[in-house]
């Protein structure tokens, strides 16, 4: 991993219970750097056994409550992580939570669009906005940009792109609420990077691939493993030319 990683001090995980988001636990504290502490999030910590298994092997990580749908869960976990982060600040916030409901033009609801945007869009926007005051904390310490000063990093989805959902690729995952709140999430992304740049918070959304734990159930090339792998890769390298980006696990830019 690049150095930016290795000046990373802090980071906070949602949706770290499971899939890709336990993956990026773990890679952190069994890869060849780890964050000084690693904040991981669950909406019931008891039943994420892994995840506890792995804070008990290494006490770096802390484990906290969070619904990511509840504004009360929230701001009672923004207390315990600035409890945990103390002047240090957080230096990197993954808004890795998010869930897949599926429903076609015929299939899809009012109300199954708008459970799929509170999780993916609005949560994470959230989110951000409620651990701002952590994030300019760690900012202030460092020049640049990168996950060694503050970043906030969005995983979305290939599916949010617009430009690509068209011709061959708009026959498959005719998934309307996901799509659309994905797109909603690069977008409020953006909106974030434009906002919070002056603050020197680096700002992007990252597509992990398709990976086997996926939702749909189809067969998919990337492990978790291999897929974060590359991700945090990716992570590492971040620098002001990457701020509002959309890139691919790969680190190949994506259209929106």
Not at 20 to 30: A, D, P, R, Y
Request: glycine share 8%.
């Amino acid at each position: 991993m690049s150095g930016a990683v290795k000046n990373c001090r802090s980071v906070l995980v949602t949706g770290a219970n499971r899939g890709l988001g336990l993956q990026i636990v773990e890679s952190f504290v069994t890869g060849s750097f780890s964050p000084g502490r690693i904040i991981a999030t669950a909406r019931n910590p008891d039943g994420a056994k892994e995840l506890q298994n792995l804070a008990v092997k290494h006490p770096k990580i802390h484990i906290i409550q969070l619904d990511v749908v509840s504004q009360e869960s929230i701001e009672k976990a923004t207390v315990e992580v600035d409890q945990i982060v103390q002047e240090d600040g957080l230096n990197c916030l993954i808004n890795n939570a998010g869930i897949n409901v599926v429903a076609n033009f015929e299939t899809v609801t009012a109300e199954k669009m708008l459970e799929n945007f509170h999780t993916n869009s609005v949560a994470p926007l959230m989110i951000t906005k409620a651990l701002l005051p952590m994030l300019k904390r760690a900012a202030a310490k460092e020049t640049g940009m990168g996950i060694h000063r503050a970043a906030v990093i969005n995983m979305t989805s290939l599916l949010g792109s617009v430009e690509l959902n068209w011709g061959e690729h708009a026959n498959n995952f005719k998934w309307y609420p996901y799509r659309t709140s994905k797109s909603a999430l690069n977008m409020v992304t953006r909106c974030m990077a434009v906002d919070l740049e002056a603050d020197g918070i680096l700002c992007m959304a990252i597509h992990p691939g398709w990976v086997r734990t996926d939702m749909g159930g189809q067969e998919a090339p990337l492990s978790t493993e291999e897929s974060i792998t590359s991700v945090l890769n990716v992570i590492g390298g971040l620098s002001e030319k990457d701020h509002g980006s959309f890139l691919h696990y790969t680190g190949e830019p994506l259209p929106w």
